[in-house]
């Protein structure tokens, strides 16, 4: 059995053509049996405060779901009638599969406090899924966008997070007193996001420096990303969507593509398939 596994950073819900438009986003993943999203928001006032999560779960009702808000800032709670109500915005990335999520943590990336800047906090959201290729582990990553220095930071945490699996156990281990037996984790992974990083870059070649993990997207060397401002002009495109995988894997991945049909985002889907 192969799976495919998609990634796709899809800003806010709004398309390239700045109209917010959560169906084309769904259209454009709905065939994937994992699904790794990023800059999924509830309470953001310019797509006028949906829930994201809520409304991606109910158009993939086949696909169990999960999302962690990395940063999450309160907009106005307050008491009414006697009732505290919660408004928040929250950012963060989410994860949808055809198989349950066996295990789910949600790492938070290094940041530092800038204030000339947005900087919100960015994470890696990972989650151990059975799939009919065996146990993966997949990450749905988002790196900041400004400052390289960050992203270096956060490379370092990335990767201690993924290579030290075997280490820390993941979510949960020694389960036998809740009655769940171990999980078999081969330390089969792979890091999919925005990793707002280009090729030859230092932070793409840290990411790559003990030939622990491997660049799975390197055949297609095109554009990942296309800023909604400058749609029409090519000078502006960059690749910085990737899937990572440990080195292990890389033989079984296959079929990688980025959709530059896309247009839900100013990001495009970046697709790979995995052998069992």
């Not at 509830?42 to 993939?60: C, E, F, Q, T």
């Not at 993966?136 to 990335?158: G, T």
């Not at 230092?202 to 799975?216: H, K």
């Not at 910085?240 to 985002?265: H, K, M, Q, W």
């Amino acid at each position: 059995m192969t799976v495919r596994a998609v990634s796709y950073n899809i800003q806010y819900g709004f398309g390239l053509d700045g109209r917010y438009d959560l169906d084309r986003i769904v259209d454009a993943v709905r065939d994937a049996d994992v699904i790794c999203l990023q800059e999924v928001t509830r309470g953001y006032i310019k797509n006028d405060g949906v829930d994201m999560p809520a409304a991606l779960s109910d158009a993939l009702p086949e696909h169990f779901s999960f999302f962690h808000p990395a940063a999450d800032l309160d907009m106005g709670s307050a008491l009414a009638e006697g009732r505290a109500v919660n408004r928040r915005f929250q950012f963060g990335n989410m994860i949808l599969s055809r198989w349950p999520l066996v295990t789910v943590r949600a790492h938070l990336l290094p940041r530092t406090w800038r204030k000339d800047t947005l900087n919100l906090q960015r994470g890696a959201l990972e989650a151990q899924i059975l799939t009919s290729a065996g146990m993966l582990r997949f990450y749905s990553v988002h790196l900041d966008h400004i400052d390289p220095r960050e992203r270096v930071a956060q490379v370092r945490a990335l990767k201690s997070v993924a290579l030290d699996f075997k280490m820390t156990g993941g979510a949960v281990s020694g389960g036998r007193s809740f009655g769940i037996e171990e999980i078999a984790d081969k330390g089969d992974f792979l890091l999919m996001g925005d990793f707002n990083f280009r090729p030859r870059s230092d932070e793409y070649r840290l990411m790559l420096d003990d030939d622990a993990i491997v660049d799975a997207t390197a055949v297609d060397e095109g554009w990942s990303w296309r800023p909604s401002y400058a749609a029409e002009g090519k000078a502006d495109r960059s690749r910085i969507d990737y899937a990572f995988c440990n080195a292990t894997l890389a033989p079984r991945i296959s079929n990688v593509s980025i959709d530059r049909g896309a247009e839900g985002s100013d990001h495009m889907p970046v697709w790979v398939a995995i052998s069992a």
